[in-house]
């Protein structure tokens, strides 16, 4: 009798474990559709929460970004974001925008930010550690993609690494 009841014990034991779990997968997946946590996204991290709450209370503020083929999208960052926060965020949103549209896509984000920058009222955004409070980007504040090229004066090789690299090269040929 006491063996039975063991097994039944188990059995009770499973069956809660699954009922409790699919319960609260349940009650997780009718929170996410709620209108009002539209903005969490799919897998957030404690910062991206954070960052959230802060949104709430004030001290975050929400950014739209204008990508060239004329669509937008929302970021949070805080009020004492950076440039390269804002980088930061707009990274994360297009890569989970990506991934929600085409499964795993790989973008070069070393090659979007060497040939286009962030601007706000025709002023660019090219300081990745100045504030953005000094640029004037508050909340609701939009941003958009420029094409740029860097200047020559400003490039990444040294003239000596650049000789050395065209040094087999001859003029007349």
Known sequence: MELGAKEEGKVLGYNS??????AILSTLAALLDDPILADVPNKP????????????LGSAMCISIFKLDGT???????NSATVK????AIK???IELEQSKMGHRHI????VWANFCLAHHNGKLLDDDAALHDFGVRNN????????????GSGRHSKRRKHRFFHGLSKLS
């Open 17 to 22: 474990k699954k009922v409790k779990k699919v």
């Open 108 to 111: 070069s984000w070393r090659h």
């Open 45 to 56: 991290s404690l910062s991206d929460v954070d960052t959230l709450i802060n949104l709430e």
């Open 85 to 88: 926060d804002l980088k930061l």
């Open 141 to 152: 504040s939009q941003v958009h993609f420029l094409p740029y090229v860097v200047s020559k």
């Open 92 to 94: 994360k949103k297009v």
């Open 72 to 78: 937008s999208f929302d970021v949070a960052v805080m």
